[in-house]
């Protein structure tokens, strides 16, 4: 089993910026690609980027430029820095792992952009 805690949510003013922190724990031997993922309400839930355990990174097209995706495997941790936030990135954010295949979710941070 794989534990994901995330952290770094809050609300924030357009234009803001925002880290979120996610720390994997438990059978961490062979994670692979991991990633953030975010649902807005009423609405299906998307990757907003992802990195392998190589360094190789994706990102959705309405963050590149915007967000940066990074990972320390030393300690089990993978970040997403979200710079010029826009009020379409209210979400709650989830932080994914894979392992021989099979995903593990974190339990959600809620990112809210608002004046």
């Known amino acids: 089993q794989v534990q994901l805690v995330e952290s770094g949510g809050g609300l924030v003013q357009p234009g803001g910026s925002l880290r979120l922190s996610c720390a994997a724990s438990g059978s961490i031997f062979s994670i692979g690609t991991m990633g953030w993922y975010r649902q807005a309400p009423g609405k299906e839930r998307e990757l907003v980027a992802s990195?392998?355990?190589?360094?190789?990174?994706n990102y959705q097209e309405s963050v590149k430029g915007r967000f940066t995706i990074s990972r320390d495997n030393a300690k089990n941790t993978v970040y997403l820095q979200m710079n010029t936030l826009k009020p379409e990135d209210t979400a709650v954010y989830y932080c994914?792992?894979?392992?021989?295949?099979?995903?593990?979710w974190g339990q959600g941070t809620q990112v809210t952009v608002s004046s």
């Open positions: 994914n792992a894979n392992k021989y295949g099979l995903p593990y």
């Open positions: 990195i392998t355990n190589g360094g190789r990174t």
